[in-house]
């Protein structure tokens, strides 16, 4: 199995930028759909973004699009969330996913889950 492990999370002010990262270990992420789902307090967790085995398909919610981008490092066995222009409401509890194929916003199609890393966003 694939396991998951997330980092990058802390306090930032509106505005600001941080890098969540993603290692896997287990088995090589070369092949493996891969994405980001947060979850505020109170609230169910949510879709965020998806990239495929290969670079050149993605997939963002609305919401993070243009400030928010994923990419992924094979060689490494990582994925990245890089985040731009953090608002409030991207405070969240933030989770790494891991398919065997592309599994785009559907949770129930991500068979690996990280612990989660906390992201909060001051105004």
């Known amino acids: 199995q694939v396991q998951l492990v997330e980092s990058g999370g802390g306090l930032v002010q509106a505005g600001g930028s941080l890098r969540l990262s993603c290692a896997a270990s287990g088995r090589t992420l070369s092949r493996t759909s891969m994405g980001w789902f947060r979850q505020a307090p109170g609230k169910e967790r949510e879709f965020v973004a998806a990239i495929g085995w290969s670079v050149s398909l993605t997939y963002y919610v609305d919401s993070v699009k243009g400030r928010f981008t994923i990419s992924r490092d094979n060689a490494k066995n990582t994925v990245l969330l890089q985040m731009n222009s953090l608002k409030p409401e991207d405070t969240a509890v933030y989770y790494c996913?891991?398919?065997?194929?592309?599994?785009?916003?559907?949770?129930?199609?991500?068979?690996?889950w990280g612990q989660g890393t906390q992201v909060t966003v001051s105004s």
């Open positions: 996913a891991a398919a065997v194929a592309y599994a785009g916003s559907d949770p129930r199609k991500y068979a690996y």
